[in-house]
C-alpha cells in the first residue's frame, strides 16, 4: 500500500535562509507526486506536481522539488525564504489506476522567523 | 472565477445527531472528492465522484457516512449518529477530469460534542 512520510513536523527558519522539507514515499508502481500548501485560515493550494518528464519541477514562487526514484523521495526546496512562505506543507501520491486518489502525508509546518 | 465553495464552513453537533455536508465545485468539473483532515489521521480520501460513473467509496471510514452527487454539480456528505472521532475539517475538491489538479474548498470543521 502507498504511504507518504514527512518526517519533520515543524521546521523554523530565519528569513533568507534556504529550506528544505522532506517527502518519502512507498509504493510499487510508478507515482504521481505532489506538494500542496495550506497557508493560515486558507485551503489547500496546489504548490508543485511531478507527472512525468523532467525530475526537477518547479513553482512560481521560487520553491521546487525533485523527484528521486530510487530514493523514493520528492524534497521541497528554497534557497531563501520569506516571511509570507510561513505555511503547512503537505507532499501528496498518487498512483496507477486509481491515480485520482491523493494519500497525503502529515504535514510540516514551516515557520519563518525575521 | 469562483472556486469550489462550501457550507457551513462551522458545525457544531451533539453525538447521535445526523449532519449534512455541502459541496458546491467548479463549473464544469467533473470529478469531486471528499477528503478528512483529522489530528489523529491527517488528510484522509474518503470517496471520489466522476461522471455518471460509480463512485469510489473506499475511503468512507464506517456505513454511517454516506454522500451523493445531484446532477453532476453539488454533493452532500452525510453524517449518521456522529460519533466525536469524527470531530474534523472536511474537505472537497473538485477537477476538471482525474487527471486534472485538485481545487480544494476552504473546508467545513466539525465538531461533535
Known amino acids: 500500500a502507498q504511504s507518504v512520510t514527512q518526517l519533520d513536523s515543524q521546521v523554523p527558519v530565519f528569513e533568507e535562509a534556504p529550506v528544505e522539507l522532506r517527502c518519502n514515499y512507498s509504493s510499487s508502481v510508478s507515482v504521481y507526486l505532489f506538494w500542496y500548501v495550506q497557508y493560515p485560515n486558507q485551503g489547500l493550494q496546489l504548490l508543485l506536481k511531478?507527472?512525468?518528464?523532467?525530475?526537477l519541477v518547479e513553482s512560481i514562487n521560487g520553491f521546487e522539488a525533485e523527484f528521486n526514484k530510487s530514493q523514493t523521495s520528492f524534497h521541497l526546496r528554497k534557497p531563501s525564504v520569506h516571511i509570507s512562505d510561513t505555511a503547512e506543507y503537505f507532499c501528496a501520491v498518487s498512483e496507477g489506476d486509481s491515480s485520482y486518489k491523493l494519500i497525503f502525508g502529515s504535514g510540516t509546518r514551516l515557520l519563518v522567523r525575521p | 472565477g469562483a472556486g469550489v465553495s462550501q457550507s457551513p464552513s462551522n458545525k457544531v453537533t451533539e453525538k447521535g445527531k445526523d449532519v449534512e455536508l455541502r459541496c458546491d465545485p467548479i463549473?464544469?468539473?467533473?470529478?469531486l472528492y471528499w477528503y478528512r483532515q483529522s489530528l489523529g489521521q491527517g488528510l484522509e480520501f474518503l470517496i471520489y465522484f466522476q461522471g455518471n460513473s460509480a463512485p469510489d467509496k473506499s475511503g468512507l471510514p464506517s456505513d454511517r457516512f454516506s454522500a451523493e452527487r445531484t446532477g453532476g454539480s453539488v454533493s452532500t456528505l452525510t453524517i449518521q449518529r456522529t460519533q466525536q472521532e469524527d470531530s474534523a475539517v472536511y474537505l472537497c475538491?473538485?477537477?476538471?477530469?482525474?487527471?486534472?489538479?485538485?481545487?480544494f474548498g476552504p473546508g467545513t470543521r466539525l465538531t461533535v460534542l
Open positions: 463549473s464544469g468539473h467533473t470529478a
Open positions: 511531478y507527472l512525468s518528464g523532467s525530475t
Open positions: 475538491a473538485s477537477s476538471l477530469g482525474h487527471w486534472d489538479t485538485q481545487y
